[in-house]
């Protein structure tokens, strides 16, 4: 077999694999049983390759509880059939116990297409334990259509004579979307992530404008790094975790724009884990590494 045999050969194999995967992401609510009637805010985000499903779930987005799963599972092309179940936490704003969390459990029929996008149907939900706790229903849609939505309204509102450039950039909807789309630290506010290294890669930068913000960052409280001016270049910065370490970021200043914002990577050989914080002068909000 000669050289361009092979490079066919490849290329095709290549683009079937791709053409087999797909992906896919849906934003809609969780619906609870009970007569409180709670509702919750989900994003699932998956790709399928021959049947097996992996990706992960958000729940009540830009909440205090907001939770990152871990989902697998399987889909039958000939019966429709979609199954998925969370089964571990990445990260939680949330106080409770890992123990405590109710894991969404899903199995309906339902038909990937682009004409098609929505994804509904009942879940029941189940304890770390395989115990049950509360039920409900999943109603999603496919982020293709709310995207278009959400431009469609943004155009209309950057149009509008009634509105000044000040209320414009307040509900620039598409802003608001890519804002549930990032995980964002504010005051006071703090993210527990499950992790299994005994090290972390803490890398910190500026994406934005950069306006002179000025931050701290503690450890255990001990002060690891000091009036750090935050700058497009990423400063990377090796800790060692023990069974529970704690990341503060302090906002020294705001800059010249408010308020103080900073991007921050969480990384080991396996994980990452990207977030932004956004605090005014001497606001404070802080990350849990819990070693499993």
């Not at 994003?43 to 009540?60: A, C, H, P, V, W």
Request: glycine share 4%.
């Amino acid at each position: 077999m000669n050289f361009r045999k092979i490079f066919l050969t490849f290329f095709l194999v290549f683009n079937l694999t791709l053409l087999s995967q797909n992906s896919y992401e849906y934003f809609g609510i969780l619906k609870l049983n009970g007569d409180d009637k709670t509702v919750i805010t989900y994003r699932l985000i998956f790709k399928e390759f021959n049947g097996q499903i992996n990706g992960y779930s958000i729940t009540d987005l830009g909440g205090n509880h907001e939770t990152k799963n871990i989902i697998f599972g399987n889909y039958d092309k000939k019966s429709k059939i979609l199954n998925f179940k969370e089964t571990d936490i990445l990260y939680t704003k949330s106080t409770f116990d890992e123990n405590a969390f109710c894991f969404v459990n899903f199995s309906n029929k339902i038909k990937f297409s682009t004409l098609q996008n929505k994804l509904e149907g009942n879940f029941e939900g189940l304890y770390k334990n395989k115990k049950k706790c509360i039920n409900g229903t999943i109603s999603l849609v496919g982020s293709e259509k709310i995207n278009k939505l959400v431009n469609r309204v943004n155009n209309k509102i950057q149009k509008s004579k009634k509105l000044d450039v000040k209320s414009k950039d307040k509900f620039n909807t598409v802003k608001m979307m890519d804002s549930l789309k990032m995980n964002n630290l504010t005051s006071n506010q703090n993210l527990n992530i499950f992790w299994e290294s005994d090290e972390v890669n803490l890398e910190v930068w500026d994406n934005g404008k950069i306006d002179d913000d000025k931050i701290n960052i503690y450890v255990n409280d001990k002060l690891l790094l000091s009036n750090y001016s935050v700058v497009s270049s990423k400063k990377l910065i090796n800790i060692k975790i023990t069974e529970k370490s704690i990341i503060k970021i302090e906002a020294v200043n705001e800059g010249s724009i408010s308020p103080n914002t900073a991007r921050i990577l969480l990384s080991d050989n396996k994980r990452t884990f990207e977030l932004t914080s956004n605090l005014k002068k001497l606001e404070t909000s802080s990350i849990t590494i819990l070693k499993k």
